[in-house]
Every structure is written in C-alpha cells, then in structure tokens.
C-alpha cells in the first residue's frame, strides 16, 4: 500500500523558513514524479513545485519562485521542500503528491495519484 508522509510544517514569522519532508513507501519511487500542492482555507488547491524522477528538472509556481526549493532523495524515498522568506498568503495545507505513471511531473493535481494527508505551515505577521 503506498503512502506519503509529510511532515516539517508549523508556525513561523514572515521572512522565516520551514523544510517540509514527504517520506513515501513506494517500490518505485526513483522513477516517480512528485509534486508539492497546498490549499489556503476557502481556496482551491494550487500547484507549488514539481520534480521529475532524475531530479533532474524542478518546476514552480511563480509566487513560490526564487523563494521555495523542492528536492529529492531517492535513496531515503524522500522529497522536500525548503521553504524561504515566507509571507503570511503561504498559509495553507501543504499536500505531497506522487505521479506513479510517469517520470515527468505535471503542474495539474488530476495527474497525480497519491497523496499525502497534508501538514500545515502557517505563517504570521
């Protein structure tokens, strides 16, 4: 049964920095695509950042760019995401997503087939 785990969210000040972690226990997570998502309260869920299998490519959304780095370890079936300079709209549940089918990550939360029960990072002012 797969499973993706996250944990490193809380509570911090505007301009702080938090690293979420997913562990995930799939057989083939080195040729897995994986993906960062988060939903604020009364909002939708948004893509974040993606990596491909290789960790050779990442992706970002652009209010995330400059500012968050997501990683992998395919040797800990581990993925992360730094997170720096955060503001207060990075509030949200932070979701960790794999992509089974594929090597190549996608920007669109359908194409992803496992997720993980979230972790909450809060940011005050």
């Known amino acids: 049964q797969v499973q993706l785990v996250e944990s490193g969210g809380g509570l911090v000040q505007a301009g702080g920095s938090l690293r979420l972690s997913c562990a995930a226990s799939?057989?083939?997570?080195?040729?897995?695509?994986m993906g960062w998502f988060r939903q604020a309260p009364g909002k939708e869920r948004e893509f974040v950042a993606s990596?491909?299998?290789?960790?050779?490519?990442?992706y970002y959304a652009d209010s995330v760019k400059g500012r968050f780095t997501i990683s992998r370890d395919n040797a800990k079936n581990t993925v992360y995401l730094q997170m720096h300079s955060l503001k207060p709209e990075d509030t949200a549940v932070y979701y960790c997503?794999?992509?089974?089918?594929?090597?190549?990550?996608?920007?669109?939360?359908?194409?992803?087939?496992?997720w993980g029960q979230g972790t909450q990072v809060t940011v005050s002012t």
């Open positions: 990596i491909t299998w290789s960790g050779g490519s990442t």
């Open positions: 997503a794999a992509r089974s089918t594929s090597r190549w990550s996608s920007r669109n939360d359908d194409e992803y087939d496992y």
């Open positions: 799939i057989r083939t997570f080195s040729s897995t695509a």
